[in-house]
Every structure is written in structure tokens, then in C-alpha cells.
């Protein structure tokens, strides 16, 4: 069985928030495109209620029989199983006051820059607010290739000029922020 990669488990988080904020506009494609995802690797997903927040639980759907229910002799080991908390502490004002925060930065980049800069600092704080609800500064490596490989492409309809200079526009929009870049912080690891 492939072992499920990093950045497919963010994926599957950010959406599976995404689900249970009830802040996308069609969730049943988004629930549809987590399991297509996660079929690729041989897995499914499930949420677990626990004291301490929800968990999102990426295992084998060999797990499963065909009725979706869980067959604990089908199961090899716990060590095949993905888990990642979907509660995270508040942001004081919550998913707004990070909106808001990651749209001035952004703003920032259009008026320092202009296009495509800004449009791709603006995508890209609605990325963060949306799919990780986290400021622009807490982005990961990972939450940038993301961005850069498969949310822009897919869902911000670029320009040409945005695709050229898309990690340019990311690297601007760190420098408003005053923070590294996530793809050269990481690396420094």
C-alpha cells in the first residue's frame, strides 16, 4: 500500500474543515473530490469526535467492507492510519479577524506592486483564511506548494502574467509581512 504523502493529508484537513465550517458553496463535490484524492492512495477518511476536538482519520479503505463499515480484522496495523486534529486554538475574532488580516496584507502587495502581485496575494490570503484558517504568516511549505501547484491553477483563474510570476507574488506578499518565505524557512530546517 503507498504511504499517504504530507501534503495530501493537509489537503484532506483543509477540506474536511472546509466541510464542517459550511463555508463551501457545493460541499458535496468537495467531500467527492477529499475521497477521489484520497482513492489515489488506496485510503478514506472519517472524522473521530474526541474530548479534545474532532480528528480527521485518513486509513486503508481496505479497512472498510463494501457497506463502509469498519472491519478491525482487515486491519494490519494502526501505523497505516493518518490522524490530524481540525480544531486548532481561536484567533481572537476568529475566521473574520484572520480574513481581514490576510485581505490587508494583500492590499498591501496591490498597492506596492500592482497585478498580477496583487491578485496572487489576494488568491492566496483566501487560501489561507479559507482552506487552512490561518494568517498569511503561518503558512507551511507545504500550504505554499499547495497554493502554487493546485489551488491557483485550479480555482483562481489566473492570467498568464499571474502564472510567470506566481512565486515572485508570494515572495512579495512574505516581504509585506515582514516573515520568510515558507519555501526557503523550511529548507533551513
Not at 486503508?60 to 490530524?84: H, K, Y
Request: proline share 7%.
Amino acid at each position: 500500500m503507498p504511504e499517504l504523502p504530507e501534503p495530501v493529508v493537509e489537503t484532506a484537513r483543509a477540506m474536511t474543515r472546509a466541510l464542517r465550517r459550511g463555508t463551501h458553496q457545493d460541499p458535496d463535490a468537495l467531500r467527492d473530490r477529499r475521497e477521489r484524492l484520497l482513492a489515489r492512495f488506496d485510503y478514506t477518511a472519517r472524522v473521530r469526535e474526541d474530548d479534545s476536538g474532532p480528528v480527521l482519520v485518513c486509513h486503508p479503505a481496505a479497512w472498510l467492507d463494501d457497506d463502509g463499515v469498519f472491519q478491525p480484522e482487515a486491519m494490519e496495523s494502526t501505523a497505516a492510519a493518518v490522524e490530524r486534529d481540525l480544531f486548532e486554538p481561536a484567533v481572537e475574532g476568529g475566521w473574520a479577524t484572520i480574513e481581514a488580516h490576510n485581505r490587508e496584507l494583500a492590499g498591501e502587495v496591490q498597492d506596492r506592486y500592482g497585478d498580477p502581485h496583487g491578485a496572487t496575494a489576494t488568491a492566496f490570503a483566501e487560501y489561507m483564511a479559507n482552506h487552512h484558517e490561518a494568517p498569511i504568516e503561518a503558512a507551511s511549505e507545504s500550504a505554499v506548494k499547495t497554493f502554487l501547484t493546485e489551488y491557483l491553477p485550479r480555482n483562481a483563474w489566473p492570467t498568464q502574467a499571474q502564472k510567470a510570476n506566481a512565486e515572485t507574488s508570494i515572495r512579495r506578499l512574505f516581504d509585506v509581512a515582514g516573515e520568510p518565505v515558507p519555501l526557503d524557512r523550511d529548507r533551513k530546517r
